[in-house]
């Protein structure tokens, strides 16, 4: 093995490294590197709760999923996905590796055949669409058979960097999964990103 090839496998080992805080979270905020507090975790009232405990007992898995997710897309320098340009966000150069999560969510969502998203509002399933500047509201009663349930998982994780020198937050990741069942694999797809 050459010299190049020891140097890039050392660039290629750097690896998502989960940091967990143990300072309890009483007033259930968002979380940040500064208050170093536990994750903020909502689930909605209508969330059934053995549901809620079979995904808690999957946590884990989850985790190593959203991992994966950040290695592949924002630490992995062989990867033909991340900017190159210098002033670019993220900059692959500031990342540490460490992340922790910021703010997990259990929901319901119900889609049609068309598979649009569908939410109780009212007493009524309730589709919001967009076309251009307007605005238009579908609505089907509660006992319909026109839609299916989901439950959707929602995962924020804040990744940290050293763009000052000094390890802080630098980027926010969203992650977002529905399944039809608490026992059906999970695919978490990346939302969105942005500075922290």
Do not use: W
């Amino acid at each position: 093995m050459g010299l190049f090839d020891k140097f890039r496998k050392k660039r290629e080992s750097k690896r998502p490294r989960l940091m967990i805080f143990e300072k309890e979270n009483a007033d259930n905020d968002y979380a940040d590197f500064e208050s170093k507090i536990k994750p903020r975790i909502s689930v909605d009232d209508a969330f059934p709760r053995d549901a809620y405990q079979l995904l808690a007992e999957r946590r884990n898995e989850m985790l190593n999923q959203v991992e994966e997710i950040i290695f592949q897309n924002y630490l992995d320098e062989t990867s033909d996905d991340l900017a190159s340009d210098i002033g670019s966000f993220p900059d692959i150069r500031y990342f540490t590796g460490n992340y922790y999560v910021v703010y997990e969510s259990y929901s319901l969502t119900y889609r049609d055949k068309q598979h649009r998203p569908y939410h109780i509002k009212d007493g009524r399933y309730r589709n919001v669409s967009y076309c251009g500047n307007g605005r238009k509201e579908m609505f089907l009663p509660l006992d319909t058979d026109q839609l299916m349930r989901y439950y959707h998982i929602f995962i924020q994780v804040g990744l940290t960097g050293t763009e000052n020198g000094q390890e802080e937050d630098y980027m926010s990741l969203d992650l977002t999964a529905e399944i039809a069942s608490p026992d059906d694999p999970i695919e978490f797809e990346v939302l969105s990103h942005g500075v922290m």
